[in-house]
């Protein structure tokens, strides 16, 4: 999907990526990509060569925000491990060429899918392709940081610690309402971590519409969006992608409910086994991880809540999507 035009000088941006990237033909052709994304997203193409250019958004931002130069240092990191990441191709911190700073990726042909059941897909080609959402995750977090450069990518250790503090905090700082379920989650999370102290790469927000994949054949080309990247608990993305098995259609587009026989999807257990045949680590999924994985949502949702409420929030649709908040309590709490 494209939308609206750049903000800036499209022939300084040409003249800087020929000088960089030798050997481009032609005249570029600019589309923005709409949709969620809060850095802006391009696509370039020339005659010969198509790419995808990210970017800080324009004007004052909070300085931990659009961090697209860790996004860039991890594509670059995670190249020759197996993991699918688009090529990284270059990082300007020059803000004269297109007002900030920006990096540049190849541009992959593939498929993005927004709806968990895969519609298009056939019942017999989705197993295949959720099996290899799973081991794509666990080749992921097999990477070594220190192999890779990355040892110093965000702090080791304590993870579901600092997140349940992090999140307890955010949910006390924005609530609009009561609910004991939430207060309940607070006190319970804190003294039930699993001793389980591992490190790894997380992705931060790994799930299906933050995937790309081959055009014909039922796999994994690309991991995309990688905004909230860094070292933390690798079961941390596993229950992310968890949470549409424990919610419904209306819930934000989980899968809980539906017929997953019939559709062709693997059941949560049989996900996570084969997550688990690829992960070199042994700890697994346990209720703890799904109910922090739905607390951490319960308070995001919230805070678009409370940003609607202040009339702040930017989707249209906040004040509905501030209402899940309540929801993913109930079912956190249900799992405990």
């Not at 609206?4 to 941006?13: G, I, Q, T």
């Not at 040409?14 to 030798?22: C, F, H, T, W």
């Not at 300085?63 to 697209?68: G, L, V």
């Not at 055009?215 to 909230?228: F, G, M, N, S």
Request: charge should be negative.
């Amino acid at each position: 999907m494209t939308g609206s035009a750049p903000e800036f000088d499209v022939a300084r941006l040409d003249s800087y990526l020929k000088a960089v990237l030798p050997g481009l033909a032609g005249k570029p052709a600019l589309e923005r990509i709409s949709g969620g994304q809060s850095n802006p997203t391009f696509f370039v193409t020339y005659e010969d060569r198509a790419l995808v250019l990210r970017k800080k958004p324009p004007g004052a931002l909070l300085p931990s925000a659009h961090a697209i130069d860790r996004e860039f240092r991890v594509i670059a990191a995670l190249k020759d491990t197996g993991v699918p990441v688009p090529e990284a191709l270059h990082y300007c911190t020059d803000e004269s060429v297109v007002g900030t700073p920006f990096y540049l990726m190849a541009r992959l042909d593939g498929r993005v899918f927004h709806d968990c059941t895969l519609p298009d897909v056939p019942p017999a080609e989705r197993k295949a392709i959720y099996r290899s959402i799973a081991e794509t995750l666990a080749r992921f977090h097999n990477v070594e940081p220190t192999a890779v450069g990355l040892s110093d990518f965000g702090k080791p250790g304590d993870y579901f610690a600092r997140q349940i503090s992090r999140w307890s905090r955010q949910w006390q700082e924005s609530r609009t309402r009561e609910d004991a379920n939430m207060e309940r989650l607070i006190a319970w999370l804190p003294a039930h971590i699993p001793p389980s102290e591992i490190t790894s790469l997380v992705h931060g927000d790994y799930r299906v519409g933050n995937l790309m994949f081959h055009k014909t054949e039922p796999r994994v080309i690309a991991i995309l969006d990688w905004e909230l990247a860094t070292l933390g608990h690798p079961l941390a993305d596993l229950a992310h992608i968890g949470m549409a098995w424990h919610t419904a259609p209306a819930e934000y587009g989980g899968i809980a409910g539906l017929d997953l026989t019939a559709l062709g999807i693997p059941g949560h257990a049989e996900f996570n086994a084969a997550y688990a045949a690829t992960s070199h680590h042994p700890v697994k999924l346990e209720p703890f991880h799904m109910a922090f994985a739905l607390f951490r949502w319960a308070a995001i949702f919230e805070g678009i809540a409370f940003r609607a409420a202040k009339g702040t929030a930017a989707a249209e649709n906040a004040a509905d999507v501030g209402q899940l908040s309540a929801v993913f309590a109930r079912q956190a709490v249900a799992l405990i």
